[in-house]
């Protein structure tokens, strides 16, 4: 193993290669240790006196790994140590209590057992964004994690991914930190703390009428009738993608014409249910007879179910050249097509979520709920119309209107 002092520079580091240790000499006790599987990690390394003041012995204290942290970084940490040890039990003592601390997916894994899973539903979507957004700080010490390295996070992430996941990623990590403080793990500041994040601007887009056609005649032409079969129910019953991909056959009540979304699946951790027009069943009920499993839209995966399709959905979009839509515009445009066709913003409200209806509906609640799907069935029909353009929908029996249905 080769051993060398030399100024750390980005590009020598990087050059580095053989294993062995190397010295800074800039910063006292400041040590690069090149790994033979090629990785490197920063040690402050220097030999410390013990109490009595004769005996001298070596103490090491891993610092962190490069490039995750960076030259400065790791000197000013060698810095805060070197000026911190008055003799070897001080540094013994830090050393130890660094080596015992919890690395951040500690943190995460308790956070999630003791917390999360008692109050919100997405359990799964938020351990996959944990380790998309912090997989390389999974090992890390929590606290080796600066404001620096959030702030360095937020930036990077808010380009490559955007503002929304950015400011998510920040606000996970900073709910994270506050609950290992009030459980006593970590003391300290939050690194995550009194952020400025990125202004985040509200989506308006919907499916514009002069796209309605163009849509339609798509989802119309679909090889892959999971896809459309997703797609229609999405649009047409307003809720969200995970929702209607979750859809059970336990959830659909076909005698009593609706689909109950249960709580742990809710936002709101209330249970929904929704009334079903007559396209809607059809659909179902044309699935219920050649799908037999536990899910309406049924998987190979963990999940069980039918997970996001992005690339036939991107495909979709292509064919009817139409850009800048995600999937979720589509429970947009729904309440949009409710409303252009006489329905109230308490209507709309209440079609697209918000409100548990118990087995039990009273007149109350029934005439709401029928409103509800009245509402959404004008808005069904409005959308077939403008998207006909005198080209037959006859792929799918539920694209074609009420009175299409009717002639023939």
Same mark, same amino acid.
């Given at each position: ?78 810095? %805060? ?63 080796? !994690? ?29 709910? !994270? ?39 339609? %005649? ?187 249905? %009717?002639?023939?």
């Amino acid at each position: 193993m080769t051993t060398r002092k030399f100024k750390f520079i980005k590009a020598s580091i990087e050059a580095l290669a053989a294993p062995g240790y190397h010295y800074d000499t800039e910063v006292r006790g400041l040590c690069l240790r090149v790994n033979a599987d090629g990785s490197k990690t920063f040690y402050f390394y220097r030999r410390v006196k013990s109490p009595n003041g004769f005996e001298s012995k070596p103490e090491r204290v891993k610092i962190g790994r490069f490039p995750d942290l960076t030259i400065e970084q790791a000197r000013t940490k060698a810095e %805060q140590i070197n000026a911190a040890v008055s003799n070897g039990e001080i540094l013994l003592t830090q050393r130890r209590a660094y080596r015992d601390s919890p690395t951040l997916e500690d943190l995460f894994q308790r956070y999630m057992n003791h917390h999360f899973r008692k109050k919100r539903k997405k359990v799964q979507q938020t351990e996959r964004d944990f380790y998309r957004w912090f997989g390389h700080w999974r090992d890390r010490k929590a606290i080796a !994690i600066t404001r620096d390295d959030v702030e360095t996070f937020h930036e990077q992430v808010g380009l490559a991914r955007g503002r929304y996941s950015a400011n998510r990623g920040v606000e996970l990590l900073r709910a !994270i930190f506050n609950k290992a403080s009030q459980w006593g793990i970590t003391t300290g500041t939050n690194p995550a703390s009194h952020m400025t994040l990125f202004t985040e601007v509200a989506r308006e887009r919907v499916l514009r009428e002069d796209e309605l056609a163009r849509f339609f %005649q798509a989802l119309n032409t679909e090889p892959n009738l999971d896809l459309r079969d997703f797609v229609i129910l999405t649009l047409f019953t307003g809720q969200r993608k995970s929702n209607v991909l979750a859809m059970r056959w336990a959830d659909i009540d076909f005698a009593g014409k609706a689909w109950r979304i249960p709580a742990e699946q809710m936002k709101n951790s209330q249970s929904l249910a929704i009334l079903l027009t007559q396209a809607e069943l059809e659909i179902l009920e044309r699935r219920h007879t050649t799908k037999k499993n536990a899910y309406v839209f049924p998987g190979t995966g963990r999940t069980g179910h039918f997970i996001e399709p992005k690339k036939p959905w991107h495909k979709l979009l292509e064919r009817a050249e139409i850009s800048d839509f995600h999937l979720h515009d589509l429970r947009r445009s729904l309440a949009s097509y409710m409303a252009s066709t006489g329905a109230n913003v308490a209507i709309i409200k209440n079609a697209l979520n918000h409100k548990d209806i118990q087995t039990t509906l009273n007149v109350y609640a029934r005439t709401a709920k029928t409103a509800e799907l009245e509402a959404r069935q004008k808005a069904h029909d409005r959308m077939l119309e403008l998207a006909d353009a005198g080209c037959p929908l006859d792929n799918v029996v539920p694209f074609r209107r009420p009175a299409d249905r %009717q002639s023939t």
